[in-house]
């Protein structure tokens, strides 16, 4: 939600991408993945920083089955929340437990070879797809500062091309290593700009596909006094399941067709950069992240939460009891 952080990130996988393309080496490339200095650590120690890793990677968004055990665990006693959050990094670290209490299976793993280097550089096109989409949730945050991501990703390339010139000729490469130090500054001194850029105006809030208005509390009790069902999207730019639900099940001719008859206001709440009134609702239907779908009814106290994987008959079915 900052675009601090997404700026931070969507560099942080370019860096990536153009390591697993060959443009410069850590360690002994594929060979060497989980060997960094802070995996070498003794005991626990090493295998706790190289978990971090893999968490930190994979956990920017809630996946659709974990919404609720996450939010769930952010409300219960501590011992309760530590095993929930104990059971999913369990859940991370299984592949390599069950290695760890079955050493044969190692024998099954292929054996290294070439096919790991053409596998690296393969490996790279998805990162390359994970920075420009982070790019975009930047751009979608920041509007015009884009720009400004850009050209420190320019310079994160060149400096790190730099560097990989440098590592090729040992001794011969000074001038190399000062020009990758160079536009390292640069595109850190671009990248900090980056992550200063003013909001996005509200023209740039989440795409949606039918009539909306923006959500607020007043907005849902108005349109409620009125005797309106009221259903409420809340989503983000960088929701992936949002995006999906929204070009699926919220856009389509009978959706469109069944809130008009239904007499429904359709409000969306924006959580791409964080709004602290959306946090405190999502916490209120315990819940740590979006989407949320609710369906407010007249006259009923509470509202309808629908599943996060919607289909069209859920959101029809849904309208159409809220209007009875």
Same mark, same amino acid.
């Given at each position: ?6 700026? $931070? ?43 971090? !890793? ?39 670290? !299984? ?15 292929? &054996? ?26 930047? *751009?979608?945050?920041? $509007? ?19 560097? *990989? ?14 020009? $990758? ?11 900090? !700009?980056?992550? &200063? ?91 740590? *992240? ?35």
């Amino acid at each position: 939600q900052s675009p601090g952080v997404v700026a $931070a990130l969507a560099l942080l996988m370019l860096a990536v991408a153009l390591n697993l393309s060959g443009v410069f080496h850590i360690g002994a490339g594929l060979q060497g993945a989980g060997h960094g200095p802070l995996s070498r650590l003794p005991g626990v120690a090493g295998a706790f920083f190289t978990g971090v !890793l893999a968490v930190v990677v994979a956990a920017p968004c809630t996946a659709p089955f974990m919404a609720f055990a996450l939010g769930a665990a952010l409300f219960m006693p501590w011992p309760m929340a530590l095993a929930v959050f104990l059971m999913l990094g369990l859940g991370l670290a !299984l592949p390599y437990v069950l290695i760890s209490l079955n050493p044969r299976l190692l024998a099954r793993l292929p &054996k290294p070879g070439p096919w790991m280097e053409t596998l690296r550089n393969l490996l790279a096109f998805p990162m390359y797809g994970a920075a420009l989409w982070l790019a975009w949730v930047y *751009g979608r945050q920041t $509007a015009d500062a884009l720009a400004l991501l850009f050209g420190a990703g320019l310079m994160l390339a060149l400096a790190l091309w730099l560097y *990989g010139r440098a590592q090729a000729a040992p001794g011969k490469g000074l001038a190399a290593g000062v020009g $990758a130090l160079l536009a390292l500054i640069a595109g850190l001194g671009l990248g900090v !700009l980056a992550g &200063k850029a003013p909001a996005a105006s509200p023209n740039h809030a989440a795409d949606v596909h039918l009539p909306s208005q923006a959500w607020s509390e007043q907005a849902v009790q108005t349109a409620l006094a009125e005797g309106r069902p009221v259903p409420v999207n809340f989503t983000a730019d960088w929701c992936v399941t949002c995006k999906v639900n929204e070009s699926m099940s919220l856009s389509s001719a009978r959706t469109a067709q069944a809130l008009e008859q239904a007499n429904a206001v359709y409000l969306v709440g924006d959580w791409t950069r964080r709004d602290d009134a959306i946090t405190a609702e999502l916490q209120r239907h315990g819940r740590s *992240g979006v989407p949320l779908y609710l369906v407010y009814a007249p006259g009923r106290s509470e509202p309808r939460i629908l599943p996060q994987l919607l289909t069209e008959g859920v959101v029809i079915d849904a309208l159409k009891d809220a209007a009875d």
